[in-house]
């Protein structure tokens, strides 16, 4: 736990537990937000062909779109657990990993 504590910069076991209570909460938010836009854009199972590739093509379509989504309540649920500035550079970070990082450069 402590090297979880200094690789993310925090102090107490209380912030985090709070840390990982918004993670958990978040994954699963995700996935019950995202369904009613699924259905609404009509990405369902029945929507693919019956081969090998079709629940693929459907696993990855669906996890591409909750994604952005999970994204979103992350930093949403950070905050209303007083976490936002972890969060936020967490996410800040993860996004420059995946070349995102142009989204929040700062214009010197």
């Given at each position: 736990?402590?090297?979880l504590k200094q690789r993310w910069g925090i102090d107490s076991n209380f912030q985090l537990i709070i840390?990982?209570?918004?993670?958990?909460i978040t994954g699963s938010?995700?996935?019950?937000?995202?369904?009613?836009?699924?259905?609404?854009?009509?990405?369902?199972?029945?929507?693919?062909?019956?081969?090998?590739?079709?629940?693929?093509?459907?696993w990855?379509?669906?996890?591409?779109?909750?994604?952005?989504?999970y994204q979103v309540l992350l930093v949403v649920f950070g905050w209303l657990f007083g976490q936002f500035?972890?969060?936020?550079?967490?996410?800040?970070?993860?996004l420059n990993r995946m070349g995102l990082g142009f989204l929040w450069?700062?214009?010197a």
């Open positions: 736990m402590d090297r840390i990982f209570i918004v993670f958990s938010a995700s996935v019950y937000v995202a369904k009613p836009f699924l259905v609404w854009i009509g990405l369902n199972k029945t929507s693919f062909p019956e081969v090998w590739w079709g629940d693929w093509l459907y990855l379509l669906r996890i591409l779109l909750i994604f952005p989504i500035r972890f969060f936020w550079n967490f996410e800040k970070k993860m450069k700062d214009k």
